[in-house]
T-cell receptor, first 113, second 114 residues
Framework: DAKTTQPTSMDCAEGRAANLPCNHSTISGNEYVYWYRQIHSQGPQYIIH???NNETNEMASLIITEDRKSSTLILPHATLRDTAVYYC??????????????FGGGTRVLVKP | EPEVTQTPSHQVTQMGQEVILRCVPI?????FYWYRQILGQKVEFLVSFYNNEISEKSEIFDDQFSVERPDGSNFTLKIRSTKLEDSAMYFC????????????FGPGTRLTVL
């Protein structure tokens, strides 16, 4: 699986957009970008994933650069409840039972009032 | 909304004792996972399980660990003889067939080995 690089931490103002970058310069053509988050001591929570097109759901938007070497997760209107560690994970989708997730250190996001 | 549940929320045990951590995955899911997170460290994969057998396991998952789906609803992780270093949060996750790795995690069991 491709390695990812994320900033260790970032602050965001409540109500503003939070833009979380992730570098994955060694990504392969068949690898997807997944984002999960972990609110303090809770289980990780799936946010969004994409292959090459930008994606949006009710939680966030995912912007993937054309060369796919980096991506940005956008939380459009951050709330205090979005304070969490955000993980960018890159892996191929294998139609088998494995598909383990390999978590790095993530970005610790603090949303401030 | 369906969710993964885990019991107990906190388990305290003496070193050398056996523990069983229980999980009830989401009902139509067929892929099951255990992860752990030592305090202040990364979430680590332990094992994945499908069709009543282990499909992948990490180096952490040695022969002190075992998993079972005894009754079609519960998914358990057993640690035969706990060590101090087994103290961690243990998360169960499940995934629906055909989905793109959207693993749904439970709230975790905090295991404290004394």
């Amino acid at each position: 699986d491709a390695k990812t690089t994320q900033p260790t931490s970032m602050d965001c103002a409540e109500g503003r957009a939070a833009n979380l970058p992730c570098n994955h310069s060694t990504i392969s053509g068949n690898e997807y970008v997944y984002w999960y988050r972990q609110i303090h001591s809770q289980g990780p929570q799936y946010i969004i994933h994409g292959l090459k097109n930008n994606e949006t759901n009710e939680m966030a938007s995912l912007i993937i650069t054309e060369d796919r070497k980096s991506s940005t997760l956008i939380l459009p209107h951050a709330t205090l409840r979005d304070t969490a560690v955000y993980y960018c994970i890159v892996r191929a989708l294998i139609k088998a039972a494995g598909n383990k997730l390999t978590f790095g250190g993530g970005t610790r996001v603090l949303v401030k009032p | 909304e369906p969710e993964v549940t885990q019991t107990p929320s906190h388990q305290v045990t003496q070193m050398g004792q056996e523990v069983i951590l229980r999980c009830v995955p989401i009902s139509n899911h067929l892929y099951f996972y255990w992860y752990r997170q030592i305090l202040g460290q990364k979430v680590e994969f332990l094992v994945s399980f499908y069709n009543n057998e282990i499909s992948e396991k990490s180096e952490i998952f040695d022969d002190q660990f075992s998993v079972e789906r005894p009754d079609g609803s519960n998914f358990t992780l057993k640690i035969r003889s706990t060590k101090l270093e087994d103290s961690a949060m243990y998360f169960c996750a499940s995934k629906a067939p055909g989905s793109y790795n959207e693993q749904f995690f439970g709230p975790g069991t905090r295991l404290t080995v004394l």
